[in-house]
């Protein structure tokens, strides 16, 4: 297989793609409050915004395109397969991704492991021989569902959109710490430090993307150089990314060319203030929650106020769910915005702790508006909560009621 195979242009549909252009057409028509006013402004921004050429092999039709470093996946486009396409995943970038030249050659990609017995580079070729697994995971971004906060915080105001489960290869972590003579004493972080490259003339610990997570993440972790079956592209961290399931997407370091096993949390900015739940209105800093593990979260797909007004009788009710840190066990659906709760059933096959189940639920809705929503319940007893953690950057928001959706049937 070509190394470039998967950032070639895919086949698309073409009755989904004349559907999706017209959904800010239907969306007007439909007329059902905020929600629909803030997809009208993201249909509309995105027709006006062509892909980065970086992502120009991605599906067109299925993303948003806020910034040449953040496309979000429209709601619309998640399927029913489990396993989101690298064509329509989201990407988010801290940086501008580096040239292109590091994917021409990707086995020749080096890194250096610190902090253990052993210290030393690797490259990609090396790392092949010391070990495989793959796993499925959700991948979302810190910020996924920031634009239902009323306060507005700065960044990108995704929906749902700045998620995907998606299958990644690679060794494992703990193989790599094994070969290299084990652990160093006085570890209690796992850092990570992207390969970017950094604007001349500032300070790098200002803008360079290195993050820590506690050690026990090192358990399930991967350095990985697949994604869906095929190399990484350079859009989601190729040649060689830092997988770490259940962590918020800032934690899973694009490029990686260092990871230490450290006493001490990194303290480039991203780190030491940057992705912490700090209070509305206050700066973010060390003593505040640092963004890591992802909680119990779900939503609807389908059917979504985009798709215009729904035909009244029998309906198929679709989403996703996840428990984050944890597997999730079941998930409600509601039809009345949130005043009665029936289970929905999971649909497909379970990949594994770390991956969003589908779910459906056929309901039976005669003509109106109707508020439909989901809550998840993870193998802990956690339940998606309903309403959101007001924080200033607008992370972490799992709240259902949040992520209803107002739909008219006629």
Same mark, same amino acid.
């Given at each position: 297989?070509?190394?470039? $195979?998967?950032?070639? =242009?895919?086949?698309?549909?073409?009755? +989904?793609?004349? /559907?999706? !252009?017209?959904? #800010? @057409?239907?969306? *007007?028509?439909?007329?059902?409050?905020?929600?629909?006013?803030?997809?009208?402004?993201?249909?509309?921004?995105?027709?006006?915004?062509?892909?980065?050429?970086?992502?120009?092999?991605?599906?067109?039709?299925?993303?948003?395109?806020?910034?040449?470093?953040?496309?979000?996946?429209?709601?619309?486009?998640?399927?029913? $397969?489990?396993?989101? =396409?690298?064509?329509?995943?989201?990407? +988010?970038?801290? /940086?501008? !991704?580096?040239? #292109? @030249?590091?994917? *021409?050659?990707?086995?020749?990609?080096?890194?250096?492991?610190?902090?253990?017995?052993?210290?030393?580079?690797?490259?990609?070729?090396?790392?092949?021989?010391?070990?495989?697994?793959?796993?499925?995971?959700?991948?979302?971004?810190?910020?996924?569902?920031?634009?239902?906060?009323?306060?507005?915080?700065?960044?990108?105001?995704?929906?749902?959109?700045?998620?995907?489960?998606?299958?990644?290869?690679?060794?494992?972590?703990?193989?790599?710490?094994?070969?290299?003579?084990?652990?160093?004493?006085?570890?209690?972080?796992?850092?990570?430090?992207?390969?970017?490259?950094?604007?001349?003339?500032?300070?790098?610990?200002?803008?360079?993307?290195?993050?820590?997570?506690?050690?026990?993440?090192?358990?399930?972790?991967?350095?990985?150089?697949?994604?869906?079956?095929?190399?990484?592209?350079?859009?989601?961290?190729?040649?060689?990314?830092?997988?770490?399931?259940?962590?918020?997407?800032?934690?899973?370091?694009?490029?990686?060319?260092?990871?230490?096993?450290?006493?001490?949390?990194?303290?480039?900015?991203?780190?030491?203030?940057?992705?912490?739940?700090?209070?509305?209105?206050?700066?973010?800093?060390?003593?505040?929650?640092?963004?890591?593990?992802?909680?119990?979260?779900?939503?609807?797909?389908?059917?979504?106020?985009?798709?215009?007004?729904?035909?009244?009788?029998?309906?198929?009710?679709?989403?996703?769910?996840?428990?984050?840190?944890?597997?999730?066990?079941?998930?409600?659906?509601?039809?009345?915005?949130?005043?009665?709760?029936?289970?929905?059933?999971?649909?497909?096959?379970?990949?594994?702790?770390?991956?969003?189940?589908?779910?459906?639920?056929?309901?039976?809705?005669?003509?109106?508006?109707?508020?439909?929503?989901?809550?998840?319940?993870?193998?802990?007893?956690?339940?998606?909560?309903?309403?959101?953690?007001?924080?200033?950057?607008?992370?972490?928001?799992?709240?259902?009621?949040?992520?209803?959706?107002?739909?008219?049937?006629?």
């Amino acid at each position: 297989m070509s190394r470039r $195979s998967n950032e070639a =242009p895919r086949v698309r549909n073409a009755q +989904r793609r004349h /559907l999706l !252009a017209g959904s #800010a @057409a239907a969306l *007007a028509a439909a007329g059902l409050g905020a929600f629909h006013k803030t997809a009208i402004a993201q249909a509309a921004s995105a027709a006006a915004k062509p892909l980065p050429p970086y992502t120009a092999w991605k599906d067109p039709a299925a993303m948003i395109v806020h910034t040449s470093n953040t496309l979000e996946t429209k709601r619309s486009a998640f399927g029913t $397969s489990i396993i989101t =396409p690298v064509e329509q995943l989201y990407v +988010r970038n801290n /940086l501008p !991704a580096p040239d #292109a @030249a590091i994917v *021409a050659d990707r086995d020749a990609w080096e890194m250096m492991i610190e902090g253990v017995k052993n210290p030393r580079k690797l490259t990609v070729r090396e790392l092949r021989g010391m070990g495989l697994e793959t796993v499925a995971m959700v991948l979302q971004c810190s910020g996924n569902g920031r634009g239902y906060f009323p306060s507005k915080p700065s960044g990108t105001p995704w929906q749902v959109g700045a998620a995907g489960c998606v299958m990644w290869s690679g060794v494992p972590v703990k193989a790599v710490v094994e070969a290299l003579g084990g652990l160093a004493d006085g570890a209690v972080f796992m850092t990570s430090t992207g390969g970017e490259k950094l604007p001349e003339g500032v300070d790098p610990k200002s803008v360079m993307v290195e993050r820590s997570v506690p050690l026990k993440a090192m358990g399930d972790a991967l350095l990985a150089w697949e994604l869906n079956g095929a190399p990484i592209p350079l859009a989601h961290g190729g040649p060689l990314r830092i997988i770490v399931p259940g962590y918020s997407g800032v934690n899973n370091v694009k490029y990686i060319k260092r990871l230490a096993f450290t006493a001490q949390e990194s303290d480039a900015a991203i780190q030491k203030t940057g992705y912490r739940l700090s209070a509305p209105g206050q700066k973010g800093d060390p003593g505040q929650p640092s963004i890591w593990e992802m909680g119990v979260k779900s939503w609807i797909n389908s059917p979504a106020p985009e798709g215009g007004t729904v035909p009244a009788g029998m309906v198929q009710i679709k989403g996703v769910a996840f428990g984050g840190a944890h597997a999730v066990k079941a998930v409600e659906v509601s039809v009345d915005g949130g005043k009665t709760w029936k289970e929905a059933r999971f649909v497909g096959p379970d990949l594994g702790r770390y991956a969003w189940r589908q779910f459906a639920l056929a309901v039976q809705l005669p003509p109106g508006t109707h508020t439909i929503a989901s809550r998840a319940i993870d193998a802990q007893g956690n339940r998606q909560p309903e309403e959101r953690v007001e924080n200033a950057g607008g992370y972490n928001n799992a709240s259902w009621r949040d992520h209803a959706l107002q739909v008219t049937v006629a």
